[in-house]
T-cell receptor, first 117, second 115 residues
Framework: GAVVSQHPSWVICKSGTSVKIECRSL??????MFWYRQFPKQSLMLMATSNEGSKATYEQGVEKDKFLINHASLTLSTLTVTSAHPEDSSFYIC?????????????FGPGTRLTVT | AQSVSQHNHHVILSEAASLELGCNYSYGGTVNLFWYVQYPGQHLQLLLKYFSGDPLVKGIKGFEAEFIKSKFSFNLRKPSVQWSDTAEYFC??????????????FGTGTQQKVE
């Protein structure tokens, strides 16, 4: 149980275009989903927290107009990288937590490799 | 703000050697502690977690970790590593505070290779 999927697993796009990444909890309902970014040989950096039906909470330094997050249902959150630039190339990972507010671990997706040319 | 530091960035061990990876955090309040593992080409998986109770926690694949509150540490151990333990290991802290704050902060990771 507790499987999180991401789609696509990798994507190449041209500079200036937008890319949407989906994160789904396959066998549980996720009240909260998280989006992370991982640079090569570095740790995961939290970008934003999204709760179903409400606006995402972005971490300091993350542009909310560039990284649009939608958490429309308890099993789906999307991250849209708008007007992508080469510096947005990275590994994007989502995770899902079952219950809001409690000390529950997060279940991670396999990640999406974004390359902007 | 909470922070997590992992002292060893790269560790190389021989099979059957013992493993200990250090993790220290900075936060004065209540914390939940985790160790995650990322095998080559795979996603993050939970190895073990500490919420409360016995500070020595046992996880999957023979791993264990000890929470020492006075040292703000949560070191990961395994008595005898196998080649299949080659992976990157991340320590993470989830600090809880009044008002609903609840965020997972990761350490920089330790690349562990078994030869």
């Amino acid at each position: 149980g507790a499987v999180v999927s991401q789609h696509p697993s990798w994507v190449i796009c041209k500079s200036g275009t937008s890319v949407k990444i989906e994160c789904r909890s396959l066998d549980f309902q996720a009240t909260t989903m998280f989006w992370y970014r991982q640079f090569p040989k570095q740790s995961l950096m939290l970008m934003a927290t999204s709760n179903e039906g409400s606006k995402a909470t972005y971490e300091q330094g993350v542009e909310k107009d560039k990284f649009l997050i939608n958490h429309a249902s308890l099993t789906l959150s999307t991250l849209t990288v708008t007007s992508a630039h080469p510096e947005d190339s990275s590994f994007y990972i989502c995770s899902a937590r079952v219950a809001a507010g409690g000390p529950h671990e997060q279940y991670f997706g396999p990640g999406t490799r974004l390359t902007v040319t | 703000a909470q922070s997590v530091s992992q002292h060893n960035h790269h560790v190389i061990l021989s099979e059957a050697a013992s493993l200990e990876l250090g993790c220290n955090y900075s936060y004065g309040g209540t914390v939940n502690l985790f160790w995650y593992v990322q095998y080559p080409g795979q996603h993050l998986q939970l190895l073990l977690k500490y919420f409360s109770g016995d500070p020595l926690v046992k996880g999957i694949k023979g791993f264990e970790a000890e929470f020492i509150k006075s040292k703000f540490s949560f070191n990961l151990r395994k008595p005898s590593v196998q080649w299949s333990d080659t992976a990157e290991y991340f320590c993470a802290v989830n600090a809880t505070w009044k008002g609903g704050g609840n965020k997972l902060t990761f350490g920089t990771g330790t690349q562990q290779k078994v030869e």
